[in-house]
Nanobody, 116 residues
Framework: QVQLVESGGGLVQPGGSLRLSCAAS????????VGWYRQAPGKPREMVAI???????NYADSVKGRFTISRDNAKNTVILQMNSLKPEDTAVYYC??????????WGMGTLVTVSS
């Protein structure tokens, strides 16, 4: 039902910024959770930032203070603003959505490469 399409990835120098967008085909206003995961080469997929229906926001310790997740319900989009990027942030970033019924949806991913 729900289609998630990420955009905004690319190559950026350390210390730079990127803004990732996730466009959902349906409403995100009633979801249980929306957010971002990432998977670096040779590493398992990890949570980056999640916002829940209860208003809570969880960030991975490695990105706290640098990344900000936000949502625009009117546009059915989820944003990940990434600042002060580090080489270790290099990964494929996946948009994630869990509906109020517990169904999980994933985007296809967008590659972020942080390198000088």
């Amino acid at each position: 039902q729900v289609q998630l399409v990420e955009s905004g990835g690319g190559l950026v120098q350390p210390g730079g910024s990127l803004r990732l967008s996730c466009a959902a085909s349906g409403s995100i206003s009633l979801t249980s959770a929306v957010g971002w995961y990432r998977q670096a080469p040779g590493k398992p997929r990890e949570m980056v930032a999640i916002t829940t229906s209860g208003g809570g926001i969880n960030y991975a310790d490695s990105v706290k203070g640098r990344f900000t997740i936000s949502r625009d319900n009117a546009k059915n989009t989820v944003i990940l603003q990434m600042n002060s990027l580090k080489p270790e942030d290099t990964a494929v970033y996946y948009c994630y959505l869990q509906t109020q019924f517990g169904w999980d949806y994933w985007g296809m991913g967008t590659l972020v490469t942080v390198s000088s």
